[in-house]
C-alpha cells in the first residue's frame, strides 16, 4: 500500500510562484507514472499535469503550460510541481496521485491511489 502526502500550498498573490510537493512511503514508485489534479471551488476535479515512471515525458493542461512544471526524484520517492505566474483562476485543492502503469495520463479514472490534496489560494 502507497500513501502520498502533498505539502507546500498555501496563499500567494496573482503572479508569485509556490512549490508543491508528493512525498510516498509504503512502497517504491519506480514504475509509476504521476499526476497532479486540482478542484476547484465547487467544480468537479481535473487534470494538471502528468510525468511518466522515467521522468522523460510530461503532459499539461493547456490551463497551465508554460507556467507549471512537473518533476520526480525518484530516490527520495517525490513528485514536485513547480508552480509560477500564478492566476486566481488556479485556486483550487491540488491533488497528487500516482498509476501503476508506466506511461502518463490525463485521465482521473486511470490513476489509483491518490493524496488527501492541499490548498492553493491565489488572491487577485
Known amino acids: 500500500q502507497v500513501q502520498l502526502v502533498e505539502s507546500g500550498g498555501g496563499l500567494v498573490q496573482a503572479g508569485g510562484s509556490l512549490r508543491l510537493s508528493c512525498a510516498a512511503s509504503?512502497?517504491?514508485?519506480?514504475?509509476?507514472?504521476m499526476g497532479w489534479f486540482r478542484q476547484p471551488p465547487g467544480k468537479e476535479r481535473e487534470f494538471v499535469a502528468s510525468?511518466?515512471?522515467?521522468?522523460?515525458?510530461?503532459s499539461y493542461a493547456e490551463s497551465v503550460k508554460g507556467r507549471f512544471t512537473i518533476s520526480r526524484d525518484k530516490a527520495r520517492s517525490t513528485v514536485n510541481l513547480q508552480m509560477n505566474s500564478l492566476k486566481p483562476e488556479d485556486t483550487a485543492v491540488y491533488y497528487c496521485a500516482g498509476r501503476r502503469a508506466l506511461d502518463v495520463s490525463v485521465k482521473l479514472y486511470e490513476y489509483a491511489y491518490w493524496g488527501q490534496g492541499t490548498q492553493v489560494t491565489v488572491s487577485s
Open positions: 510525468i511518466n515512471w522515467s521522468g522523460g515525458t510530461t
Open positions: 509504503g512502497r517504491t514508485l519506480s514504475n509509476d507514472a
